[in-house]
Structure formats: structure tokens, C-alpha cells
């Protein structure tokens, strides 16, 4: 009878360490998209960028990509718009594949900062 109640208390202390473990994990991760978006500029160096739609609780938005961090724009910005236009002048002018730059891109720009959220 023993054995059992000290087989049974251990299996309720590990059944509170996984609970503690799985619950500390959820609290560490990270939206995998834009829960909001910015209207500041980024005063870093911007390497790259990409769309995001909105698909709730993701909203519309301009995701620049710099070394050290993504920040999510608002697409309504003119200044993340000319951001976008200086970008693709660079991949242009890069020693990029000619298919590394779609040429409906400045369309969709266009289209995607004037659509409403």
C-alpha cells in the first residue's frame, strides 16, 4: 500500500512539473504575425520586406526585416511605400535573377497601401 501511495505522489509532482513547463512555454512564444502595426519609420538599415494580409488576428501590414529585428508598418505609410520602391530599385540594380523581381510588384504596393484594413 506504501509503494502505491509514493508511485501515485510522484506521478502528481510530475504531473505539476509538466503543467508548470507547458504553461511557462506558452507565455514565451511570439505571434507569428503583425497582431498591430506601427507609423513610426525605422531608423534602421531595412534589408528586406514582405506583405502580410490581413487573416485575423493578423492585420494588413508592411513587414521590414532589418539585422537585428522585423517591425510591422502600417502599409498606409508614404514613407514605408518609398521604402518599398528604394528596395526594389536595389534588387534591380543587384546581380539578382531578372525573376528575383516581379514586375507587378509596384502594382501591388500601390494596391495594397490604398486598400482599407
Request: hydrophobic residues 40%.
Amino acid at each position: 500500500m506504501q509503494i502505491n501511495a509514493a508511485v501515485m505522489r510522484s506521478l502528481a509532482i510530475m504531473a505539476v512539473i509538466a503543467f508548470t513547463v507547458c504553461t511557462a512555454s506558452e507565455e514565451k512564444k511570439v505571434s507569428p504575425c503583425c497582431v498591430a502595426v506601427s507609423r513610426a519609420a525605422v531608423d534602421e538599415p531595412i534589408i528586406d520586406f514582405k506583405f502580410q494580409a490581413k487573416s485575423l488576428p493578423c492585420v494588413r501590414a508592411i513587414i521590414f526585416v532589418t539585422a537585428e529585428k522585423q517591425y510591422c508598418i502600417d502599409p498606409r505609410q508614404s514613407w514605408a511605400r518609398e521604402k518599398i520602391n528604394e528596395l526594389v530599385q536595389r534588387r534591380k540594380n543587384s546581380t539578382m535573377t531578372p525573376t528575383s523581381v516581379s514586375p507587378r510588384l509596384t502594382a501591388t504596393i500601390s494596391q495594397y497601401s490604398t486598400d482599407s484594413n
